[in-house]
């Protein structure tokens, strides 16, 4: 017996040293307060599926086991009621585990009330259901969500939610379109989606979702199971008066197996297509230090006032290729030709006199373009890898008649740009958790640009030379890379991310003058017309970033110190320029959730521009046909300093919305543009002198869905200050500029035949000038108005209104009212429209605008009134 009981013993003592008591401890916390969940029933099982343990957790979501057992290849598994069931293998670290938990369908917070639109929220995600809001004129996923609470559509398709943009669109979780996502809206019919989902705090990498601190805002189109089964899109084919065409095919699939939204489309109806392709944005200021002038767009749609001739091919394919694997391809192709008539007066108002230039325009602008990106991306949850390669080329050739003060001028601008780019991203995470993070990124941009004028402003410029037309060069290849290595803790009470980021610029500005006379091409006689500069800029930069969250309350807070040297040189003008700097920027964010449905945030963001090669180049570039511009200070440097304040209210149980921001920002120069204008000509130059500028700004958005009324009400207001200084022909001016901006909207549809659509835009600005008498106080009313109508099952019937009014004392008020109508007619799954634009036949449009201590009053020449006749066929 004594035997017996020793050998027993012996077996246990054996078993216990090689498996040892065993300690698992974590905390179980809501994915969308943080806060701890109790009474969850917390499994520990075998690799068979066995269980080896179990816990409930207590009131902070804690829980503790203790085992002997082998836990190679154990699992933990979580259940709760109203929480998505929790699997997760048990790694190496075994205490103070964290896990997230998401809610389930049991615990949305849904509201469904008869007639009213439905919104469903789920943690970060709003849903939107797509019927709720449609209306039977609606014909693209873009109409359905400018009456969506708390969304704003843009004319070219941008989506803002809040007030931000939105950093991601999908569609059925795939970024097929990027940031193009304008076609998306316009093309994707209403027919396909079931829900639109807003995600709050989005983070598009998997790997580090939850793991860094986020201030996106992603879009999704949730499509339907029957629209995955079948290619669909529509034809189109328009004719009208006067001489009016328009033509589109698309067709599109979203499915699991492929992806793609492809159109090609052309017109000369002012619908405009160019927003839809853009150059990288590896394009700098630079780019454009050549332009025929200086014309704005009228505050109308395009359509009343664009004189196109327009065709674009859009091609968009994404398909998976392995195992969470995708290859996307996007492609572009513009071919562009403008016709601008413009008549302006600009008003230079200074302590010595005013200064004015009358000027007639007319312009034709051709615009060949295409880019071409291809990406591979692999997004899983412990991995994730990009890498996008990005082309493109644009070609430009513009041309315009001016008169300016009674002098005829002739100009004609060329160019052609190519772009090329690579981003690579590569996130592994290591088995310890910690996570890597890669990215580097180069791309090399140029273009050429030439400009040919018949301009006289500059005769006492280069005199004794005569000349009949002066031809400016300028061509500024800039190549760019960055490379950046990052490691980042995600574990513990504060999650660290320490990065190392180095940079380099290379740039060189050449450009040169030529007099033209009688085909003789001279070259000036002083050589302060000629550049010849070679920039180069590197940065070295070590970030440690510090993220921290409890409960309802989320921060980050990141510490770079970057070292950065700049050199450039131009031999022209003796100019070898040395300059080593170490900068440290400071950044902080941070946010509370308040409640489930609102939280406030604030940023501070510190930030230094340390300028860039168009910032010290001393040789004189001719930009246009009246200014001239050069700079002489050494060395720009700005330090900017910005903070905001916001809060956000999102109650999708009363469909009703609210968000208020508070924001003031700080930018200290060292430099000053110094504007010279005289009766024939203005010149600009960068000089050295301290200016502080200061900006001030408030907005508020309200959205609300009343069910009484069946009706939804937008209001926006946004209020901004600016306080600087501004050197104006030897003199510095104080200039302050305020303006007040009321947006209201209302949708209301009285029953199944008639609705109504208001959309308004008032806004009042204020500029003075130091101690200068003058009353430069201007407002400006935009309000449009659509009734659709339906007559009968398959006739629709809208009209459109929009009127504007300006007003500003010792100028002539301004107030225009355009009428459109269209008519629909739907027979044999196609629709019949009539469209009749400017039924008044309204031709030329004159508006004022004020920037600083310039009063502009312009004079646009319209389409007319036009007719237009289109058949669509929808592909189903």
């Given at each position: 017996?004594?035997?017996?009981?020793?050998?027993?013993?012996?077996?246990?003592?054996?078993?216990?040293?090689?498996?040892?008591?065993?300690?698992?401890?974590?905390?179980?916390?809501?994915?969308?307060?943080?806060?701890?969940?109790?009474?969850?029933?917390?499994?520990?099982?075998?690799?068979?599926?066995?269980?080896?343990?179990?816990?409930?957790?207590?009131?902070?979501?804690?829980?503790?086991?203790?085992?002997?057992?082998?836990?190679?290849?154990?699992?933990?598994?979580?259940?709760?009621?109203?929480?998505?069931?929790?699997?997760?293998?048990?790694?190496?670290?075994?205490?103070?585990?964290?896990?997230?938990?998401?809610?389930?369908?049991?615990?949305?917070?849904?509201?469904?009330?008869?007639?009213?639109?439905?919104?469903?929220?789920?943690?970060?995600?709003?849903?939107?259901?797509?019927?709720?809001?449609?209306?039977?004129?609606?014909?693209?996923?873009?109409?359905?969500?400018?009456?969506?609470?708390?969304?704003?559509?843009?004319?070219?398709?941008?989506?803002?939610?809040?007030?931000?943009?939105?950093?991601?669109?999908?569609?059925?979780?795939?970024?097929?379109?990027?940031?193009?996502?304008?076609?998306?809206?316009?093309?994707?019919?209403?027919?396909?989606?079931?829900?639109?989902?807003?995600?709050?705090?989005?983070?598009?990498?998997?790997?580090?979702?939850?793991?860094?601190?986020?201030?996106?805002?992603?879009?999704?189109?949730?499509?339907?199971?029957?629209?995955?089964?079948?290619?669909?899109?529509?034809?189109?084919?328009?004719?009208?008066?006067?001489?009016?065409?328009?033509?589109?095919?698309?067709?599109?699939?979203?499915?699991?197996?492929?992806?793609?939204?492809?159109?090609?489309?052309?017109?000369?109806?002012?619908?405009?297509?160019?927003?839809?392709?853009?150059?990288?944005?590896?394009?700098?200021?630079?780019?454009?230090?050549?332009?025929?002038?200086?014309?704005?767009?009228?505050?109308?749609?395009?359509?009343?006032?664009?004189?196109n001739k327009t065709g674009l091919l859009n091609i968009n394919l994404s398909k998976p290729i392995k195992k969470e694997w995708s290859?996307?391809?996007?492609?572009?192709?513009?071919?562009?030709?403008?016709?601008?008539?413009?008549?302006?007066?600009?008003?230079?108002?200074?302590?010595?006199?005013?200064?004015?230039?009358?000027?007639?325009?007319?312009?034709?602008?051709?615009?060949?373009?295409?880019?071409?990106?291809?990406?591979?991306?692999?997004?899983?949850?412990?991995?994730?890898?990009?890498?996008?390669?990005?082309?493109?080329?644009?070609?430009?050739?513009?041309?315009?008649?001016?008169?300016?003060?009674?002098?005829?001028?002739?100009?004609?601008?060329?160019?052609?740009?190519?772009?090329?780019?690579?981003?690579?991203?590569?996130?592994?995470?290591?088995?310890?958790?910690?996570?890597?993070?890669?990215?580097?990124?180069?791309?090399?941009?140029?273009?050429?640009?030439?400009?040919?004028?018949?301009?006289?402003?500059?005769?006492?410029?280069?005199?004794?030379?005569?000349?009949?037309?002066?031809?400016?060069?300028?061509?500024?290849?800039?190549?760019?890379?960055?490379?950046?290595?990052?490691?980042?803790?995600?574990?513990?009470?504060?999650?660290?991310?320490?990065?190392?980021?180095?940079?380099?610029?290379?740039?060189?500005?050449?450009?040169?003058?030529?007099?033209?006379?009688?085909?003789?091409?001279?070259?000036?006689?002083?050589?302060?017309?000629?550049?010849?500069?070679?920039?180069?800029?590197?940065?070295?930069?070590?970030?440690?970033?510090?993220?921290?969250?409890?409960?309802?309350?989320?921060?980050?807070?990141?510490?770079?110190?970057?070292?950065?040297?700049?050199?450039?040189?131009?031999?022209?003008?003796?100019?070898?320029?040395?300059?080593?700097?170490?900068?440290?920027?400071?950044?902080?964010?941070?946010?509370?959730?308040?409640?489930?449905?609102?939280?406030?945030?604030?940023?501070?963001?510190?930030?230094?521009?340390?300028?860039?090669?168009?910032?010290?180049?001393?040789?004189?570039?001719?930009?246009?046909?009246?200014?001239?511009?050069?700079?002489?200070?050494?060395?720009?440097?700005?330090?900017?300093?910005?903070?905001?304040?916001?809060?956000?209210?999102?109650?999708?149980?009363?469909?009703?919305?609210?968000?208020?921001?508070?924001?003031?920002?700080?930018?200290?120069?060292?430099?000053?543009?110094?504007?010279?204008?005289?009766?024939?000509?203005?010149?600009?130059?960068?000089?050295?002198?301290?200016?502080?500028?200061?900006?001030?700004?408030?907005?508020?958005?309200?959205?609300?869905?009343?069910?009484?009324?069946?009706?939804?009400?937008?209001?926006?207001?946004?209020?901004?200050?600016?306080?600087?200084?501004?050197?104006?022909?030897?003199?510095?001016?104080?200039?302050?500029?305020?303006?007040?901006?009321?947006?209201?909207?209302?949708?209301?549809?009285?029953?199944?035949?008639?609705?109504?659509?208001?959309?308004?835009?008032?806004?009042?600005?204020?500029?003075?000038?130091?101690?200068?008498?003058?009353?430069?106080?201007?407002?400006?009313?935009?309000?449009?108005?659509?009734?659709?109508?339906?007559?009968?099952?398959?006739?629709?019937?809208?009209?459109?209104?929009?009127?504007?009014?300006?007003?500003?004392?010792?100028?002539?008020?301004?107030?225009?009212?355009?009428?459109?109508?269209?008519?629909?007619?739907?027979?044999?799954?196609?629709?019949?429209?009539?469209?009749?634009?400017?039924?008044?036949?309204?031709?030329?449009?004159?508006?004022?605008?004020?920037?600083?201590?310039?009063?502009?009053?312009?004079?646009?020449?319209?389409?007319?009134?036009?007719?237009?006749?289109?058949?669509?066929?929808?592909?189903?």
């Amino acid at each position: 017996m004594p035997y017996n009981f020793l050998l027993l013993v012996s077996f246990w003592l054996c078993g216990y040293f090689c498996y040892g008591q065993q300690q698992i401890s974590g905390t179980l916390l809501d994915n969308t307060n943080q806060k701890g969940i109790r009474a969850a029933s917390v499994n520990l099982k075998s690799a068979d599926g066995k269980i080896i343990s179990f816990k409930i957790t207590d009131a902070s979501g804690r829980f503790e086991m203790t085992t002997s057992k082998d836990l190679t290849n154990a699992y933990i598994e979580i259940n709760h009621i109203g929480y998505k069931r929790f699997k997760q293998q048990l790694g190496s670290r075994l205490q103070q585990i964290q896990i997230t938990l998401e809610q389930s369908n049991i615990l949305l917070e849904e509201v469904e009330v008869k007639s009213a639109p439905k919104i469903v929220r789920k943690g970060d995600t709003l849903n939107y259901n797509v019927s709720g809001f449609a209306d039977p004129n609606d014909r693209s996923i873009g109409d359905v969500l400018k009456r969506m609470p708390g969304l704003e559509v843009l004319e070219n398709g941008e989506v803002k939610y809040q007030g931000k943009s939105i950093s991601n669109f999908y569609i059925d979780g795939d970024d097929l379109l990027a940031e193009k996502y304008g076609i998306g809206t316009r093309s994707i019919s209403l027919d396909m989606v079931k829900d639109v989902q807003i995600i709050s705090h989005h983070e598009h990498i998997k790997v580090l979702k939850n793991k860094r601190y986020s201030d996106d805002v992603a879009l999704n189109l949730v499509i339907k199971d029957e629209a995955k089964l079948k290619i669909s899109g529509k034809a189109l084919l328009g004719l009208g008066l006067p001489n009016q065409y328009e033509g589109a095919l698309n067709t599109m699939l979203f499915n699991k197996k492929v992806k793609f939204l492809n159109t090609i489309e052309a017109n000369n109806i002012g619908q405009d297509l160019a927003s839809n392709i853009e150059e990288t944005r590896s394009q700098e200021k630079i780019d454009n230090l050549l332009s025929l002038g200086t014309i704005g767009n009228p505050p109308l749609k395009k359509k009343d006032y664009l004189r196109n001739k327009t065709g674009l091919l859009n091609i968009n394919l994404s398909k998976p290729i392995k195992k969470e694997w995708s290859l996307r391809t996007n492609i572009q192709g513009l071919y562009d030709k403008n016709n601008i008539h413009y008549e302006g007066k600009n008003t230079y108002y200074a302590e010595q006199g005013d200064i004015s230039f009358y000027e007639t325009q007319i312009s034709k602008i051709q615009t060949k373009a295409a880019v071409a990106q291809l990406t591979a991306e692999k997004n899983a949850s412990h991995y994730y890898f990009k890498n996008s390669l990005s082309m493109g080329i644009n070609d430009g050739d513009a041309e315009s008649s001016i008169i300016s003060n009674t002098i005829p001028i002739n100009n004609r601008i060329l160019h052609t740009s190519k772009n090329i780019s690579n981003d690579l991203i590569y996130v592994p995470e290591l088995k310890n958790g910690a996570i890597i993070q890669f990215q580097w990124l180069s791309k090399y941009y140029s273009k050429p640009q030439r400009l040919n004028s018949s301009t006289e402003a500059f005769n006492d410029l280069f005199y004794p030379i005569i000349f009949d037309e002066i031809v400016q060069h300028v061509n500024v290849p800039t190549f760019n890379t960055t490379a950046a290595l990052g490691y980042r803790i995600p574990k513990g009470k504060i999650q660290q991310y320490y990065t190392a980021n180095f940079a380099l610029e290379n740039q060189r500005l050449s450009s040169n003058i030529e007099l033209i006379r009688e085909d003789n091409v001279q070259l000036p006689l002083s050589d302060s017309t000629i550049n010849g500069m070679n920039w180069l800029r590197t940065s070295s930069e070590f970030n440690a970033q510090y993220s921290w969250s409890k409960e309802r309350f989320s921060s980050n807070l990141s510490l770079p110190i970057a070292f950065i040297h700049t050199q450039f040189e131009d031999p022209h003008y003796q100019l070898n320029n040395r300059k080593n700097r170490i900068q440290f920027t400071p950044n902080f964010r941070a946010r509370y959730r308040i409640g489930y449905d609102d939280e406030i945030s604030f940023s501070y963001k510190n930030s230094n521009n340390l300028g860039n090669i168009d910032a010290v180049y001393r040789g004189l570039i001719i930009q246009n046909y009246r200014t001239r511009s050069y700079n002489s200070s050494a060395s720009p440097e700005s330090r900017n300093n910005d903070f905001l304040l916001d809060y956000k209210l999102g109650k999708s149980v009363k469909l009703l919305f609210f968000h208020f921001a508070l924001g003031y920002g700080q930018q200290s120069t060292n430099n000053i543009i110094a504007t010279l204008v005289t009766d024939s000509l203005t010149a600009t130059q960068l000089t050295s002198r301290e200016n502080l500028i200061r900006t001030y700004t408030a907005s508020i958005g309200l959205d609300k869905y009343f069910f009484k009324l069946g009706a939804l009400f937008k209001l926006k207001f946004n209020w901004k200050r600016s306080n600087y200084d501004q050197l104006f022909n030897n003199e510095i001016l104080p200039i302050s500029f305020t303006s007040y901006e009321i947006q209201p909207n209302f949708n209301k549809k009285f029953s199944n035949a008639i609705a109504l659509n208001y959309n308004g835009s008032i806004n009042w600005s204020i500029s003075s000038q130091g101690n200068v008498s003058l009353d430069r106080r201007l407002l400006f009313i935009n309000q449009s108005l659509d009734v659709p109508i339906t007559i009968a099952k398959s006739v629709q019937l809208t009209w459109n209104f929009q009127h504007l009014f300006n007003k500003q004392p010792d100028y002539k008020n301004t107030n225009y009212l355009f009428c459109n109508i269209t008519t629909r007619y739907s027979r044999w799954g196609m629709d019949f429209e009539l469209d009749i634009r400017n039924l008044a036949n309204i031709k030329s449009f004159e508006t004022n605008s004020i920037a600083a201590n310039i009063q502009s009053q312009n004079r646009y020449e319209l389409r007319g009134r036009t007719a237009l006749l289109r058949g669509v066929y929808y592909i189903k």
